[in-house]
């Protein structure tokens, strides 16, 4: 009789600590290894063939129904293509996308990780990695918990992308065709657990062209146009930076000039405008066409405006599906869901404009893009835990 009771408890008290702890859905330990491992391997510079084929057989060691590895590179250059993958669900659901990219916005050759309990960094030689290897991590291993553990979910469709930091494009050369989902989760945000990201702004990419005429500075100035000064009047009627709480604008390149004593006689500028709102952006392209023609007119030279969408807006309803498991299973971990908008944009933009909903959860690190680049710890157990519950709540 002791015997039982002892057994009872010992049952009554695993249950009371799964229900009570954060970290008791996911394999902490196996989960950091593998980010480790993904940090190690260096898929920056177009080149992701060995990451992808390591995913790709990590994959196939899983149970994985089908998983394959496409041939972006031959349409976008440099090495390696998607990963996709399928998983069969538990339950009889609509399937759900699960993505995050495997490249980097930088090389991570020689990397030299530096670990702490509380976190994981470099020694600021090189950035990380987190953004995205710690959203590939938090995927492979809140799948392999479902199936462990043998939690309800529904259908799964993988997509690991190439070239995201370049502009999404190997989200936008996937054949997405392939795809089931009508949702997705994309582990590819900033914040801090319990932020569900919901919108993102349209993207258009600027490259202007101003051209005048070459002459002496010193001996002939006068026969010049110079197309360094009708660039600045152009950057200078217009505003930049934060122009609204949902409007960004910036110039970042400018290319123009061969010599202090010749006036120049064409000039390059590529910026870029960003808004929530898509009429705002447009409205902002059209003034700065509109700009840049009258500021060419009035110097005596010409000038060409090319611009590319780089992605539309992504706004979601809270009423969402999606978004609502989230919240659940955020509430479930004790965590305040905060329904928030993002600066960029994520491979989710590509998928929610091919009629794939989106909804984009943080990784659990910070400072990305930069050698302070850190993944802290508990985030990222976190945002393991609250992916698995979210998957488990849309089975339901």
């Not at 229900?19 to 080149?47: C, H, Y």
């Not at 479902?146 to 054949?175: C, Q, S, Y």
């Not at 009429?279 to 840049?292: D, F, G, I, P, T």
Request: aromatic share 6%; hydrophobic share 40%.
């Amino acid at each position: 009789m002791r015997r039982w009771v002892a057994m009872w408890l010992t049952l009554l008290a695993t249950l009371c600590l799964f229900a009570a702890s954060p970290s008791s859905l996911i394999n902490r330990e196996r989960l950091t290894d593998l980010f480790v491992q993904l940090a190690q391997i260096d898929s920056g510079s177009e080149n992701e063939a060995e990451i992808a084929q390591f995913l790709a057989h990590r994959l196939e060691e899983m149970g994985v129904e089908f998983v394959a590895i496409d041939d972006a590179s031959k349409k976008l250059g440099g090495t390696g293509g998607n990963v996709f993958a399928r998983f069969r669900g538990t339950v009889n659901a609509p399937p759900v996308l699960l993505s995050a990219h495997m490249d980097t916005v930088a090389p991570t050759k020689n990397l030299r990780l530096v670990r702490t309990n509380e976190q994981i960094a470099t020694d600021s030689t090189t950035i990380l990695g987190a953004d995205d290897k710690a959203g590939i991590a938090l995927i492979l291993e809140a799948v392999q918990t479902l199936r462990e553990r043998r939690l309800p979910h529904p259908p799964l469709e993988i997509v690991f992308t190439v070239r995201e930091e370049k502009g999404l494009l190997g989200a936008k050369v996937f054949d997405k065709a392939q795809l089931k989902a009508k949702y997705g989760l994309v582990v590819d945000g900033a914040g801090k657990p319990g932020d569900l990201i919901i919108g993102s702004p349209t993207h258009i990419r600027f490259e202007t062209t101003f051209v005048g005429k070459a002459a002496h500075a010193g001996v002939e100035p006068e026969k010049g146009r110079n197309a360094i000064a009708m660039a600045a009047a152009a950057i200078a009627a217009m505003s930049w930076g934060r122009l609204d709480a949902e409007t960004t604008a910036n110039v970042g390149v400018i290319d123009g000039g061969q010599a202090m004593n010749i006036v120049p006689e064409r000039c390059r500028l590529v910026g870029e405008f960003r808004s929530h709102d898509p009429q705002k952006v447009k409205r902002l392209v059209r003034r700065w066409q509109q700009n840049c023609q009258q500021v060419a007119r009035r110097f005596g030279g010409t000038v060409e405006v090319r611009t590319e969408t780089t992605f539309e807006a992504v706004r979601l309803s809270p009423n969402e599906p999606i978004v609502q498991a989230a919240m659940r299973a955020a509430k479930s971990l004790g965590l305040t869901p905060r329904l928030t908008r993002m600066g960029g944009g994520t491979d989710g933009n590509i998928f929610t404009a091919h009629g794939i909903r989106c909804l984009v959860l943080p990784t659990g690190g910070e400072n990305y893009h930069s050698p302070q680049e850190r993944l802290l710890l508990r985030d990222f157990y976190l945002m393991g835990d609250l992916l698995v519950r979210t998957l488990t709540e849309l089975a339901k």
